[in-house]
């Protein structure tokens, strides 16, 4: 119960404080509206949050699991293949020195104005965590532990699956935790730049029409969105490493 009481009590405290400096500052509406304005958003327009909500859900868990299982692929091929590694790695790290506004208008260029774009956007968020943890992670091997299995009849494959991954799994559940955060990102961006439908897509119409009460209600849809996929995160990476109370 108390676990479940403190997000109530932070997102109470930040609430109160958002009426308080309303209250005392008085800025017009259209820059910040009162919590009772959006609130009223939500009462109004349920359906039409709750959609486009659906649409952007649907964009970051589509991302996530593409981002995660590349991110996990090119980690055990650059461990298994260290010549290929040499080649793909800075590849990598220069898609991934692209801001994601660049990238942006690029895929929606190439993907069109649908779902395709926004979950090539965010997968493309999600790999470089999720490889660049696992891919650590298996780096990081024990020599020692190496040098003996070297001793037996195990085999380079046999080595990597049954040694070097096991030991690399808590890598990958930090690299997961890292990047579910980031996973809304992505569809958001994608859908800044062009789309029909979506959390993004209700940002930049209120923006447009300075019906800043309705951002705000897609803002806090997004973050509990992202506090979801976060949490969802937690409880699963356990399960990666149950020998592990670290992850």
Do not use: C
Request: proline letters at 8%; zero cysteines.
């Amino acid at each position: 119960m108390r676990v479940a009481l403190t997000p109530l009590r932070i997102a109470a405290t930040l609430v109160i404080a958002w009426q308080a400096l309303v209250s005392i500052a008085r800025p017009p509406a259209y820059i910040l509206p009162p919590p009772l304005d959006v609130a009223a958003v939500f009462l109004r327009q349920p359906s039409f949050l709750l959609t486009n909500g659906l649409v952007t859900l649907t964009e970051i868990l589509a991302g996530f699991g593409l981002g995660a299982a590349l991110g996990i692929a090119t980690a055990l091929a650059i461990a298994a293949l260290p010549r290929l590694g040499r080649l793909v790695w800075p590849l990598v790290l220069v898609l991934q020195a692209f801001p994601v506004f660049v990238l942006a208008p690029v895929l929606v260029l190439w993907f069109g104005f649908g779902l395709a774009s926004k979950v090539v956007m965010t997968t493309i968020i999600i790999f470089f965590p999720v490889a660049s943890a696992f891919a650590d992670g298996l780096r990081r091997t024990d020599p020692d532990l190496l040098d003996a299995t070297a001793l037996t009849t195990a085999t380079h494959w046999q080595t990597l699956i049954h040694v070097r991954l096991p030991l690399a799994l808590p890598a990958l559940a930090s690299g997961l935790k890292v990047a579910a955060p980031l996973a809304p990102l992505g569809a958001v961006v994608g859908e800044w730049v062009g789309a029909s439908a979506g959390l993004g897509f209700v940002m930049v119409q209120a923006n447009a029409r300075m019906q800043t009460e309705t951002m705000f209600a897609a803002m806090l849809v997004l973050a509990a969105l992202t506090l979801a996929m976060r949490a969802a995160v937690d409880g699963i990476t356990p399960y990666l490493t149950p020998w592990s109370n670290d992850t």
